[in-house]
C-alpha cells in the first residue's frame, strides 16, 4: 500500500471536482466519502443530489476562514492531499475497510491526532476500488496549525502495519534516499508527447551518465549543457557555483516557459555539493610516474580496483563511497561496452542507482581507485578486448554481491533488493561477453595427458568444488586457459588458489565461467625469469661495483645466479 502526500495546495473546490469529477481517462466510478472527520451532516455531492462541492469545500476550509479573519497573515497553503492505492494482486477492500484505514493515516500523519477533538477538517474520497484520495484543510479547530514534519514517514510506518494486519502486499519500509517518484501529470505528459520516461528520470540517466566523464563542478555544468540539457545554475556574490537545476528541452509549462527540476529534487545523491564532493574525491595527490609503472588496460586497471572491495567494506562510510563509485563504474562499462552488452549493463547501471545510496554519509576519497577507473575507461579511444571485458564483467557480478550482503547486513531493504536485481542483468552481460572466448578455447583444448594434469591440480587446489568444474561442459575452455598461463611461467594450483580467494565459488551460477575469467585477467602477463632479470641486474651493476670496491681496496664479489624453477614436462 502506497501513501503518496502531495505537495501543500491552495485550492480546496479545486481538488474536490477532480476527486468528484469523471477522471482524465474516465476512470473515475461512483465518487463518495467512506470517512470524515465526522460523518453526521457531512455534505457528499457523491450520495446526496443536494449537496454542491461549494457547499462541501466551504465546510472544509471553514477553520480557515477563521483564522484568516483574526490573524493578519493569510494561510493559503492549507490543502492537503494523500492518495492512498492498494497493490494490484490486493484483495478487494470494503468501503468500511478503507474508512478504518483513512482513520489510521491521518492519525499517524497528524491531521487528526487519536483522541485529538479539535484536529483538522479531513474526508477519504474513494472513485475506485483500489485506492482513495484523502485531502483535508490544515488548519485546526482551534486556530492552530497541525504538526506536519516528517508525516512522510509516520504514514509509510503505518502502512506498513495495514499491510500485515490485512493481509495485503508487503512493501519495504522508506529511508528517504529514494528518487522522487513522477507526478501523474509528469507520466501523462510524457505520454502525450511520444516520450518513453517523464522529464525527472530522463534528465536523472543523463545527469549519471555526465559523472564519469567530469572532473569538476564547472566541467559537470558544461557537460550538461553541450549534452543539450537546459541548465540553471546559482551563483554565490563571488561567482562561485552554489546549485543547479536541469530542464528537459521540449519540457515547458502553460506559458511556455522552460520547466528545471533542482539536481537534489531529481535525485538525493545529485545535489551539487554531493556531486562536488565525489569528483574532488577522484583526484588523489599521486607521483607523476606512478600511472606510467602501470601498462595495463583501463578494464584491467578497472577489475584490479574491484579486487580490493571486499576489503574496503569493513568500515562503513567507506563502504557507502566504494558502492557509490562502483555504480559510476557501471555507468562507464555500460557507455564503452560493444553494442550487443550495452541493454544489459545499461539496465544493470540504471538498477543499481537505488543501491548507489543510503542514509549512511560515504567517505568518498576512500573509493578514488574504483573512480579513477570509471574515467579511465570513458575517455579510452579503443574499446576493451574480449577477455578483458569478460573480466570485468565478472568482477563486476561479485562486487554488486558483495554490495548486496553489506545493504542486506545493514537492514537497508530497497538498496539491497536493486543490487540483487543488478546481478541478474550482470550475469546475463557476462555470458554473453564470455562467449566468443569459450568458442576460442573450446576449438583449441590442451592434450588429453596435460588435461588430466590440470584436472589433479583443480582437485587439489579448489577439492570442493572439483567434481562441478570438472563435469562443467566449459571445463576443456577452463584447461586451455590454465595451460596457457602455464605457458607464461604461472603455477596453476597457484592461479586457481588465488581465484577461488578471490571470489568464492558456493554462490557463483557458473564458476567455471568465474574462473576462467578470473585466471585470464591474473595470468595474462608472464612470470619474469629470474635468470633474465640476474643477469640484468649484473650488467648494470658491473660498472659500479667493481670501480667502488677497487677504490676501497676490496676485491670484486662473485654474482651467485639463483637456481632455475623447476617445471613439469611440456604439454
Same mark, same amino acid.
Given at each position: 500500500?502506497?501513501?503518496?502526500?502531495?505537495?501543500?495546495?491552495?485550492?480546496?473546490?479545486?481538488?474536490?471536482?477532480?476527486?468528484?469529477?469523471?477522471?482524465?481517462?474516465?476512470?473515475?466510478?461512483?465518487?463518495?466519502?467512506?470517512?470524515?472527520?465526522?460523518?453526521?451532516?457531512?455534505?457528499?455531492?457523491?450520495?446526496?443530489?443536494?449537496?454542491?462541492?461549494?457547499?462541501?469545500?466551504?465546510?472544509?476550509?471553514?477553520?480557515?476562514?477563521?483564522?484568516?479573519?483574526?490573524?493578519?497573515?493569510?494561510?493559503?497553503?492549507?490543502?492537503?492531499?494523500?492518495?492512498?492505492?492498494?497493490?494490484?494482486?490486493?484483495?478487494?477492500?470494503?468501503?468500511?475497510?478503507?474508512?478504518?484505514?483513512?482513520?489510521?493515516?491521518?492519525?499517524?500523519?497528524?491531521?487528526?491526532?487519536?483522541?485529538?477533538?479539535?484536529?483538522?477538517?479531513?474526508?477519504?474520497?474513494?472513485?475506485?476500488?483500489?485506492?482513495?484520495?484523502?485531502?483535508?484543510?490544515?488548519?485546526?479547530?482551534?486556530?492552530?496549525?497541525?504538526?506536519?514534519?516528517?508525516?512522510?514517514?509516520?504514514?509509510?510506518?503505518?502502512?506498513?502495519?495495514?499491510?500485515?494486519?490485512?493481509?495485503?502486499?508487503?512493501?519495504?519500509?522508506?529511508?528517504?534516499?529514494?528518487?522522487?517518484?513522477?507526478?501523474?501529470?509528469?507520466?501523462?505528459?510524457?505520454?502525450?508527447?511520444?516520450?518513453?520516461?517523464?522529464?525527472?528520470?530522463?534528465?536523472?540517466?543523463?545527469?549519471?551518465?555526465?559523472?564519469?566523464?567530469?572532473?569538476?563542478?564547472?566541467?559537470?555544468?558544461?557537460?550538461?549543457?553541450?549534452?543539450?540539457?537546459?541548465?540553471?545554475?546559482?551563483?554565490?556574490?563571488?561567482?562561485?557555483?552554489?546549485?543547479?537545476?536541469?530542464?528537459?528541452?521540449?519540457?515547458?509549462?502553460?506559458?511556455?516557459?522552460?520547466?528545471?527540476?533542482?539536481?537534489?529534487?531529481?535525485?538525493?545523491?545529485?545535489?551539487?555539493?554531493?556531486?562536488?564532493?565525489?569528483?574532488?574525491?577522484?583526484?588523489?595527490?599521486?607521483?607523476?610516474?606512478?600511472?606510467?609503472?602501470?601498462?595495463?588496460?583501463?578494464?584491467?586497471?578497472?577489475?584490479?580496483?574491484?579486487?580490493?572491495?571486499?576489503?574496503?567494506?569493513?568500515?562503513?562510510?567507506?563502504?557507502?563511497?566504494?558502492? /557509490? %563509485?562502483? #555504480?559510476?563504474?557501471?555507468? &562507464?562499462? $555500460?557507455?564503452?561496452?560493444? +553494442?550487443?552488452?550495452? !541493454?544489459?549493463?545499461? =539496465?544493470?547501471?540504471?538498477?543499481?542507482?537505488?543501491?548507489?545510496?543510503?542514509?549512511?554519509?560515504?567517505?568518498?576519497?576512500?573509493?578514488?581507485?574504483?573512480?579513477?577507473?570509471?574515467?579511465?575507461?570513458?575517455? /579510452? %579511444?579503443? #574499446?576493451?578486448?574480449?577477455? &578483458?571485458? $569478460?573480466?570485468?564483467?565478472? +568482477?563486476?557480478?561479485? !562486487?554488486?554481491?558483495? =554490495?548486496?550482503?553489506?545493504?542486506?547486513?545493514?537492514?537497508?531493504?530497497?538498496?539491497?533488493?536493486?543490487?540483487?536485481?543488478?546481478?541478474?542483468?550482470?550475469?546475463?552481460?557476462?555470458?554473453?561477453?564470455?562467449?566468443?572466448?569459450?568458442?576460442?578455447?573450446?576449438?583449441?583444448?590442451?592434450?588429453?595427458?596435460?588435461?588430466?594434469?590440470? !584436472?589433479?591440480?583443480?582437485?587439489?587446489?579448489?577439492?570442493?568444488?572439483?567434481?562441478?568444474?570438472?563435469?562443467?561442459?566449459?571445463?576443456?575452455?577452463?584447461?586451455?586457459?590454465?595451460?596457457?598461463?602455464?605457458?607464461?611461467?604461472?603455477?596453476?594450483?597457484?592461479?586457481?588458489?588465488?581465484?577461488?580467494?578471490q571470489r568464492e565459488l558456493t554462490t557463483a551460477r557458473q564458476p567455471v565461467r568465474v574462473l576462467i575469467a578470473r585466471i585470464q585477467h591474473t595470468g595474462?602477463?608472464?612470470?619474469?625469469?629470474?635468470?633474465?632479470?640476474?643477469?640484468?641486474?649484473?650488467?648494470?651493476?658491473?660498472?659500479?661495483?667493481?670501480?667502488?670496491?677497487?677504490?676501497?681496496?676490496?676485491?670484486?664479489?662473485?654474482?651467485?645466479?639463483?637456481?632455475q624453477q623447476s617445471h613439469r614436462p611440456s604439454r
Amino acid at each position: 500500500m502506497i501513501a503518496a502526500i502531495k505537495p501543500a495546495g491552495t485550492n480546496t473546490r479545486g481538488l474536490l471536482a477532480y476527486l468528484y469529477g469523471r477522471g482524465t481517462h474516465d476512470e473515475h466510478f461512483d465518487p463518495h466519502i467512506v470517512a470524515s472527520f465526522a460523518m453526521l451532516g457531512m455534505p457528499d455531492p457523491g450520495r446526496d443530489e443536494n449537496a454542491t462541492l461549494t457547499e462541501l469545500a466551504r465546510y472544509l476550509d471553514e477553520p480557515v476562514r477563521l483564522r484568516n479573519g483574526e490573524f493578519g497573515k493569510p494561510v493559503t497553503d492549507h490543502v492537503w492531499h494523500c492518495p492512498v492505492r492498494a497493490a494490484p494482486e490486493d484483495r478487494y477492500l470494503s468501503d468500511a475497510e478503507w474508512a478504518e484505514i483513512a482513520q489510521r493515516i491521518v492519525q499517524a500523519a497528524g491531521i487528526a491526532p487519536a483522541g485529538d477533538d479539535l484536529g483538522c477538517r479531513w474526508i477519504a474520497v474513494r472513485h475506485a476500488d483500489d485506492h482513495i484520495h484523502l485531502l483535508a484543510t490544515t488548519v485546526r479547530e482551534d486556530g492552530r496549525r497541525p504538526k506536519l514534519h516528517d508525516s512522510g514517514l509516520r504514514v509509510g510506518d503505518t502502512c506498513r502495519e495495514i499491510e500485515k494486519d490485512y493481509g495485503l502486499r508487503r512493501l519495504k519500509k522508506g529511508d528517504r534516499t529514494g528518487a522522487r517518484r513522477p507526478t501523474q501529470g509528469e507520466m501523462h505528459k510524457a505520454e502525450r508527447l511520444g516520450w518513453q520516461q517523464p522529464s525527472p528520470e530522463w534528465l536523472q540517466d543523463r545527469i549519471r551518465a555526465a559523472i564519469p566523464h567530469v572532473t569538476g563542478a564547472e566541467e559537470f555544468i558544461a557537460y550538461l549543457e553541450a549534452s543539450g540539457i537546459e541548465v540553471q545554475v546559482r551563483r554565490g556574490p563571488s561567482g562561485d557555483l552554489l546549485g543547479y537545476a536541469a530542464g528537459r528541452p521540449g519540457d515547458v509549462n502553460e506559458a511556455g516557459e522552460q520547466i528545471y527540476h533542482p539536481g537534489s529534487k531529481i535525485s538525493p545523491d545529485l545535489s551539487l555539493p554531493k556531486i562536488k564532493a565525489r569528483l574532488e574525491s577522484s583526484q588523489p595527490e599521486e607521483h607523476p610516474t606512478a600511472r606510467r609503472n602501470h601498462p595495463s588496460t583501463p578494464w584491467h586497471q578497472a577489475t584490479d580496483a574491484l579486487d580490493t572491495l571486499h576489503t574496503d567494506i569493513a568500515n562503513d562510510s567507506h563502504a557507502q563511497a566504494h558502492i /557509490t %563509485a562502483l #555504480g559510476e563504474l557501471l555507468e &562507464a562499462t $555500460a557507455q564503452t561496452a560493444p +553494442a550487443h552488452l550495452q !541493454a544489459e549493463l545499461q =539496465a544493470a547501471s540504471k538498477a543499481f542507482a537505488r543501491a548507489q545510496r543510503s542514509q549512511i554519509r560515504a567517505e568518498d576519497r576512500a573509493a578514488h581507485a574504483l573512480r579513477r577507473a570509471a574515467r579511465d575507461i570513458v575517455h /579510452t %579511444a579503443t #574499446g576493451p578486448d574480449g577477455s &578483458a571485458l $569478460a573480466a570485468l564483467i565478472a +568482477a563486476l557480478v561479485w !562486487a554488486t554481491i558483495i =554490495a548486496a550482503r553489506w545493504h542486506e547486513a545493514k537492514n537497508h531493504a530497497h538498496q539491497a533488493d536493486a543490487a540483487r536485481q543488478t546481478v541478474q542483468h550482470l550475469q546475463t552481460a557476462a555470458d554473453h561477453a564470455l562467449a566468443p572466448t569459450l568458442t576460442e578455447l573450446t576449438a583449441r583444448p590442451p592434450r588429453d595427458q596435460a588435461r588430466r594434469v590440470l !584436472a589433479s591440480d583443480v582437485r587439489a587446489a579448489v577439492p570442493g568444488h572439483a567434481e562441478r568444474i570438472l563435469t562443467d561442459p566449459a571445463w576443456p575452455a577452463l584447461a586451455t586457459v590454465l595451460a596457457d598461463a602455464e605457458a607464461r611461467g604461472h603455477q596453476p594450483h597457484q592461479l586457481l588458489k588465488e581465484a577461488v580467494a578471490q571470489r568464492e565459488l558456493t554462490t557463483a551460477r557458473q564458476p567455471v565461467r568465474v574462473l576462467i575469467a578470473r585466471i585470464q585477467h591474473t595470468g595474462r602477463n608472464p612470470v619474469a625469469n629470474r635468470l633474465a632479470e640476474a643477469a640484468r641486474l649484473k650488467s648494470t651493476m658491473a660498472g659500479s661495483i667493481p670501480a667502488q670496491q677497487a677504490r676501497n681496496g676490496q676485491p670484486p664479489a662473485v654474482t651467485t645466479l639463483p637456481p632455475q624453477q623447476s617445471h613439469r614436462p611440456s604439454r
